[in-house]
C-alpha cells in the first residue's frame, strides 16, 4: 500500500532562532507514517506519527493522542525514585503535550474520525534550545509527511521579552529570566494557538510580538510544505458519519422550540429543557432503531446553527446578552473560618470555591525533571468535579485538562506574587469548581486571586480573568465577551485574557479551524481588556486590598542570623541538636547557607521558644531584657546553672542573684526549683543573666550594662598598661643577672 512505502533518507535544514533546525526521514522509526528526527544544536527529539486504518466506529470526534517525554539520559541524569526508571508522565510534559494537541488538532479536515497517535521523544538535551519547541515543529513536520488529511501546515515559534529585547527561540535560562514568554502556533496567515505568561505587559506590546511570532513561523511553514511535495505519503480515509434525513428533518419541525431554549439564560433549566424536547422529538420518530442519544445529536447540531446565526445576525446571545455583555458577579471572602484565606467567585452559573494554604520553605513541592530541579514556593491546584457539570462520575486523580486549566491560573497569578524576601511562605491555592457553565479556568483566576488577599499575601497587582469567543461565517464575524458553555463548544474559538489595570499577565488561544488573523486578535484583546477592567471593580467592591493580619491559624515566621560557623552547631551531628528542637518547640525551622535561620510556628510562643534554643546553642546574643523561666540544674559556689530552653544551661553569677550578700547559695536555692532571671548583656561572647534585676526597666539594664562594658574597656587598658610594665621590669632584671654572670665569670 502506498502509506507504507518507504522513502531514502531526507534532510531539510532551516534557522532556528540561534541555532539551525535539521528535520531528517528515513532512518529512524521508518514503520511509522510519519518520523521526524528533529535536530538544534545538541537537543533531538524524535517524532513519530500512526494513523489507524480504520474510523471508530461511533466516533464524533478526532481521536487524537499527544504524548510528549522526557528521557533522563537525554541530560545524562538518573530519574529518581527506588525503580530507577522513567514512570508518570510530569505535569511539564502533560502542558507540552497539551501545546502539541492544541496546536495540531485544528489542521485536521472534519470528519476524520481515524485514531491518530503523536509521540514526540526527547533523545538529547542542550539547555540552549528547547525541546519544546523543536517537539511542536518536528510533530507537525512528521503529521505533513504522514498522508493525514489536513487543512493546512503550521509551525511554532516561542518568543521573549528579556530587558525589551526580542528573542525567538530563547534557551531555557532566557525564558526564566524574560518579562514576557510567548508561544505561538500558525499557518501563514491565521493563528493556530497561542500560549503566554507576561509580567502585566499592555495588549500594544503583545500585539508587536505577536507579529514578530507570525513573520518567523512563515517560514517555518514554507520548509514543511516542500517536505510534504517531497516525501509526503498518501492516506485514503473515510467517514463514518451517516446522515438519517427523516430524523434531521424531523428535529428542525421543532426549530422554534430550540430558539426557546437558547433563551433561557440559567443552563441548569436550559438543559432540562433540550433533555425533555429530546424526549419529545424521539416519541415522535417513527424509526424504531432510533435511541435518544441519536436524537440529541441531531437537537445539538440544530442548536448549533441556529446560535450561530442568532450571533452574526445580532440576534441576541444565549439567555438574550450582546457580545459584549458580561454575566452577572458575585463575589465573596473569608467564607470558611479555618482556612487560612478563602473566597468564592460566581459569574453566571460559573462557581469556584478558592482556599489559601500558607507553609513554610519545607512545604514546598519539590520538581525534579531533565530540565531542572527546584523547589516550587507557589502551586495552584485546579479541580472539576462530576457534580459541577451535573453529572456523575469516578474521582480520579487530575487529569490532563485539570493540570493544563490549573497552570494557566497559576501563570496568571504567579506575575503579581511577592518575592521570597517580601512574603517567606509557601503559598498553595486550591480552586474547586463548583458549578460550571464556561470559563471556569477564568472563574478560578478570580477566586484565587480573591482568596490570596483574604489569606494577606501582599499581591502586588488584582487579576481577573475572561474567556472571549468568535463566530465567524463567511465574511461575517462576531467576538463574544465572557462566553457560555454552547458558545465554547460552537464557536470557532477560545481565546482567554487575564491581567490587571495595567496589563496582560497570562493568554491562552485554542481555535476549532486556522482562521483568526492576527487583526482580528488584536481586536479580541482590546475588547477583553474593557471586560476584564469590569470584573475587576466587582471584585475590589468585595476586597480591594490584601488583608493587613494572617489568619490566626496561619504559621508566624522569624528570621535571624547566625555566624556560618555556628551552622554546624546548629544542626548537630545527623541533624540531632535542629531537629530536637523542632520536638520541643514544635517550630519549623529551616538555615541556609549564609546563616540565614527561619522558625516558623501557629504558636507565636513556639517561634520565640525555638528563637531562644538557638541563640543558645549558636552563641547568638540575645537582646537585653529578655525574660526567661528556667529550673535550676545544679548549684556552685560561684553561681547557678539553669535550664531556661536555650539549649544549654544558662549561667547566673552570684552577684547577680540577689541585692543583699549571698554566702552560700544552697542557703537560698536547690536544684529543681523554678526561678525567673533576665538577659542583662553579654561578656566574652557569653550570654550574662540576672535573679536579681527581673523588675528592672529594660532601658535602666541596657544603661547599666554601658556602664560595665565601659569599665571593663578601661580596665582592660589600665591592665595592659601594666602588663607592658612589669614585662620591661622583668626583662631589666633578666638583663642584670645575666651582667653579673658575665662579670663574675670573667674575674675567675
Known sequence: MERFKKTGLYEKSLQFGSGTLVLQSGKIAKQSDGAILATVGDTVVLNTVVLGKEPLASCNFLPLSVHYREMFSAAGKFPGGFLKREGKISDREVLISRLIDRALRPMFEDHFFHEVQIISHVLSYDPNFDPAMIAMVGASAALSISGAPLVGISGAVRV???????????????????????????????I????????????????????????????????????????????????????????????????????EGLNISCKYERVGYFELLSREILEKCQDDDVSLSDVKKDVEKLLKSIMRDNVIEGRGRIGGRN??????????????????????????????IATVTLGTEDDGQIIGNVIDDYRESFMLHYSFPPFAAGECGALRAPGRREIGHGQLARKAINAVMPSKEQFP?????????????????????????????????PIKSMIAGIAMGMVQEKDKLAILSDIAHEEDSFGDIDFKVAGSVEGVTALQLDSKLPCLTLDTLIT??????????????????????????????????????IAKDSIKDLIGPGGKVIRDICEKTGAKINVNDDGVVTVA????????????????????????????????????????????????????????????????????????????????????????????????????????????????????????????????????????????????????
Open 425 to 457: 511562605y509557601t503559598v498553595r491555592v486550591c480552586a474547586d469548581v463548583t458549578e460550571s457553565d464556561g470559563s471556569s479556568s477564568q472563574a478560578t483566576i478570580c477566586a484565587g486571586i480573591l482568596s490570596l488577599m483574604d489569606a494577606g499575601v
Open 524 to 561: 479580541a484583546l482590546s475588547q477583553a481588556k474593557d471586560g476584564r477592567l469590569h470584573i475587576l471593580s466587582k471584585m475590589k467592591n468585595t476586597i480591594s486590598v490584601p488583608r493587613e493580619k494572617l489568619s490566626r491559624y496561619a504559621p508566624s515566621f522569624h528570621t535571624l542570623n
Open 160 to 190: 521573549a521579552k528579556l530587558d525589551k529585547e526580542v528573542i525567538v527561540n530563547p534557551s531555557i535560562q532566557q525564558i526564566k529570566a524574560s518579562d514576557v514568554n510567548l508561544v505561538v502556533s500558525a499557518t501563514h496567515r491565521e
Open 601 to 748: 510556628a501557629v504558636d507565636a510562643a513556639a517561634v520565640e521558644k525555638a528563637i531562644l534554643m538557638i541563640r543558645g546553642v549558636t552563641g547568638a546574643s540575645a537582646e537585653i531584657g529578655t525574660k526567661f523561666e528556667g529550673r535550676i540544674v545544679k548549684i556552685i559556689d560561684s553561681g547557678i546553672f539553669v535550664d531556661c530552653g536555650m539549649g544549654k544551661d544558662a549561667f547566673v553569677h552570684i552577684s547577680e542573684v540577689s541585692h543583699s550578700t549571698v554566702n552560700d547559695l544552697r542557703d537560698c536555692f536547690s536544684e529543681g526549683e523554678k526561678v525567673n532571671m533576665v538577659v542583662i548583656g553579654e561578656d566574652r561572647g557569653r550570654v550574662r543573666f540576672s535573679i536579681k534585676d527581673y523588675d528592672v526597666e529594660v532601658s535602666v539594664l541596657i544603661e547599666k550594662n554601658k556602664r560595665k562594658r565601659s569599665r571593663n574597656s578601661e580596665h582592660g587598658k589600665n591592665d595592659q598598661s601594666g602588663k607592658f610594665e612589669r614585662s620591661r621590669k622583668r626583662m631589666r632584671n633578666e638583663h642584670w643577672k645575666r651582667d653579673k654572670a658575665e662579670e663574675k665569670f670573667k674575674n675567675r
Open 323 to 352: 457580545n459584549t455583555e458580561i454575566r452577572e458577579i458575585e463575589c465573596e471572602s473569608g467564607i470558611f473560618p479555618r482556612t487560612h484565606g478563602s473566597a468564592l467567585f460566581t459569574r453566571g452559573d460559573t462557581q469556584v
Open 192 to 259: 493556530v494557538m497561542i500560549e503566554s505568561e507576561a509580567k502585566e505587559v499592555k495588549e500594544d506590546d503583545l500585539s508587536s510580538l505577536l507579529k514578530t511570532a507570525m513573520d518567523s513561523i512563515a517560514h517555518i511553514v514554507d520548509c514543511m510544505e516542500e517536505m510534504k511535495k517531497e516525501i509526503g505519503k498518501e492516506f485514503i480515509w473515510r467517514s463514518n458519519t451517516v446522515q438519517d434525513v427523516e430524523r434531521v428533518n424531523l428535529a428542525q419541525a421543532f426549530e422554534h422550540r430550540v430558539q
